[in-house]
């Protein structure tokens, strides 16, 4: 498959691909009804949607960067099961057909840390020892959101894996910022909040022009509609507060969106026509 890219200013965008898996169609998409969400989603046998695992390079700039890293390769065999995990083509092909190698990449930028997103932040080593996955890198988080990780409870215990993080401070290698920092010019985290309290975007803006790496606010082409929201969001109506704003201003401001989640299209433009709103897909399987 021929990887695109979007440029954008001085940026080279790169969505890249770490396999695909499944969730619950009705978790995926909270109080909206089956009927519904399954014209957008199909849902297979076991009621589960497929869903992209798509981290973002960004080239060209002071850093080669990735933000998120997929789900990464210690999932176990019941995960692997109940998550129907297809790597056949992950991470490390991606990046090779970007022509990056991963000693290349300079800053891994997380949206927040949950398995579907930090699982590629870490690998076990030849004794089986948990290494940064990446040798050269300095990893960005929010501190608060890596609290909530080290700190899980009963809610998202499940989705906050330990060996994906903890090995990352233990290495010295982990940078956390406070607020809606820059990461490196033109690249700048924004707190969304909803999905999890800490969990932010990442807003992109060279040469007068704006892309948003939106990861769980809104994870898919199915989500741009306000309460469409996830029933795994632990503070849905935030999500639905930063949702209103962000998507008029993404409309009006032509933002290029990257769904870190669709089945198919990795970016694209939010369009709106006759009050009802649309993806103009821009990069697509
Ligand atoms: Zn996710």
């Known amino acids: 498959m021929i990887q695109r890219s979007a440029t954008l200013g001085d940026l080279e965008l790169t969505p890249l691909v770490d396999g695909y898996f499944r969730l619950d169609g009705g978790a995926m998409f909270g109080v909206v009804p089956k009927p519904l969400w399954e014209k957008r989603a199909p849902a297979d046998e076991r009621n589960r949607i497929r869903l992209g695992l798509r ?11 990735i933000i998120d890293a997929g789900i990464g390769d ?16 992950h991470l490390d092909h991606s990046l090779a057909d970007a022509g990056v190698r991963i000693d290349a990449i300079d800053v891994v930028l997380a949206s927040h840390f949950h398995f579907d997103h930090a699982g590629g932040f ?13 040798p050269n890198a300095r990893y960005v ?22 060996e994906n993080f903890l090995p990352l401070r233990d290495a010295g290698v982990l940078d956390l910022v406070a607020g809606d920092d820059e990461i490196m010019p033109g690249v700048r985290v924004v707190r969304s909040g909803g999905h999890t309290m800490h969990h932010q975007v990442v ?20 989500h741009i509609d306000e309460p469409w929201i996830m029933g795994y969001d632990l503070y849905p109506m935030d999500t639905l507060a930063f949702k209103r704003t962000f998507i008029r201003e993404a409309i009006d401001r032509e933002y290029l969106i990257f769904f870190e989640h669709d089945a198919t ?8 026509k006759d009050r009802r709103k649309f993806v103009e897909p821009v990069i697509s399987d």
């Open 74 to 89: 210690k999932m176990d065999a019941r995960s692997v099961d109940i998550y129907a995990i297809d790597r056949a083509r």
């Open 55 to 65: 981290p973002l390079l960004i080239r060209g700039g002071a850093r080669t960067m």
């Open 122 to 134: 870490t690998r076990r080593d030849g004794s089986g020892a948990l290494r940064p996955r990446f």
């Open 265 to 272: 299209v990795a970016a694209g433009y939010i369009r709106e």
């Open 203 to 222: 807003m992109i803006e060279s040469g007068g022009r704006t892309a948003v790496f939106a990861a769980d606010m809104i994870p898919t082409t199915a």
């Open 141 to 162: 988080a929010r501190t608060a959101e890596w609290d909530d990780a080290t700190r899980p409870h009963e809610r998202n215990r499940a989705s906050y894996l330990s």
